[in-house]
């Protein structure tokens, strides 16, 4: 079974950067398009950025311009590097195949303050 650990999350404020790691076991990884997905309270959770295999990326229109995705098949880790963070990034951020087909795992929390 596929698990996936989230970290990197924290405290900032806004303007601040954060780098979010996702480090998958198994070897799904490297076939399957990975997405960074995040979940505000009292909302639903959302795809962010996502990447496929070939390194083809996909943004959210709220965080175009200011988060990159990337990913290591080889380390079977996906990354999100976040840059001029906004109140309204704050969220438990999330990493799933995309369309999310795993187990989803604990999230890492990232709180922007104003």
């Known amino acids: 079974q596929v698990q996936l650990v989230e970290s990197g999350g924290g405290l900032v404020q806004a303007g601040g950067s954060l780098r979010l790691s996702c480090a998958a076991s198994g070897s799904i990884f490297s076939i399957s398009t990975m997405g960074w997905y995040r979940q505000a309270p009292g909302k639903q959770r959302e795809v962010v950025a996502s990447?496929?295999?070939?390194?083809?990326?996909y943004y959210s229109d709220s965080v175009k311009g200011r988060f990159t995705i990337s990913r290591d098949n080889a380390k079977n880790t996906v990354y999100l590097q976040m840059n001029s963070l906004k109140p309204e990034d704050t969220a438990v951020y999330y990493c799933?195949?995309?369309?999310?087909?795993?187990?989803w795992g604990q999230g890492t929390q990232v709180t922007v303050s104003s």
């Open positions: 990447i496929t295999r070939s390194g083809s990326t």
């Open positions: 799933n195949t995309k369309p999310p087909l795993l187990q």
